[in-house]
């Protein structure tokens, strides 16, 4: 390595630190943009607040919406999910477990030549349905699949 390079690495890192320290910046604010973030989604602490203040309204039961997930989940820390749908224009899918403290785990919004598919990990504080609603050319679709949960991801 060049000590050139080396030192800017050096005070790039300690400038980044010293800010950080200082709280100038914030990951949330950075990661995040105010107009963007659905703090009432997030914030609400039951699954009708919840679907509302993401989609406005619930949604019609649809069997293209295929959730693959453990029966009993060993860890509710890390529970694996993938949702799959073929339903054509799938705009966005949001992933709600009903019995947690605050139930929207998580939302994804897809371009315009995306395919429905979408895996992630969700922590669940005990046994739960887990409801995932799609938006699939303006209409709201959901499923939803039971996981036991034997030891609790969330402190239970």
């Not at 949702?83 to 947690?100: C, D, E, G, H, Q």
């Amino acid at each position: 390595m060049k000590r050139r390079t080396f030192l800017k690495g050096t005070v790039a890192t300690s400038a980044l630190a010293v800010a950080a320290t200082a709280g100038l910046l914030r990951s949330g604010q950075a990661l995040a943009a105010a107009d963007k973030w659905p703090a009432a989604a997030f914030g609400a602490t039951d699954l009708a607040a919840a679907t509302k203040a993401v989609f406005g309204s619930g949604g019609t039961v649809s069997k293209d919406i295929k959730i693959k997930a453990p029966l009993q989940a060993e860890n509710g820390a890390v529970v694996p999910i993938k949702v799959i749908t073929a339903l054509p224009n799938v705009k966005s899918i949001a992933i709600f477990v009903a019995k947690n403290p605050r139930p929207l785990a998580t939302k994804v919004d897809f371009g315009s030549d995306s395919v429905g598919f979408y895996s992630t990990r969700v922590k669940m504080g005990k046994t739960s349905d887990v409801v995932v609603y799609v938006n699939s050319g303006g209409k709201i679709l959901k499923n939803s699949a039971m996981i036991k949960v034997t030891v609790g991801g969330c402190g239970g």
